[in-house]
């Protein structure tokens, strides 16, 4: 939860901001490009890392607002 907390103060505009400044502030360009959502080809898949729950339950909690 705590997670979840620090990134919901990150915030934006809309959702597509929002997730673009979360990503940014959890990840370093050079981490980044080593990964995409399904991990197609020699990239790592960001959709099997727990981070993807922490970011959705981020979401969560604001949509309760």
């Not at 934006?12 to 490009?33: D, H, Q």
């Not at 790592?44 to 979401?59: I, P, Q, S, T």
């Amino acid at each position: 939860m705590e997670q979840i907390s620090y990134l919901g103060v990150v915030g934006g505009m809309n959702v597509k901001e929002t997730t673009r400044r979360i990503l940014k502030t959890l990840f370093t360009n050079s981490l980044a490009v080593n990964f995409n959502f399904y991990g197609h080809g020699v990239k790592h898949a960001f959709g099997a890392l727990h981070l993807k729950e922490v970011v959705n339950g981020m979401f969560l909690t604001i949509l309760k607002f």
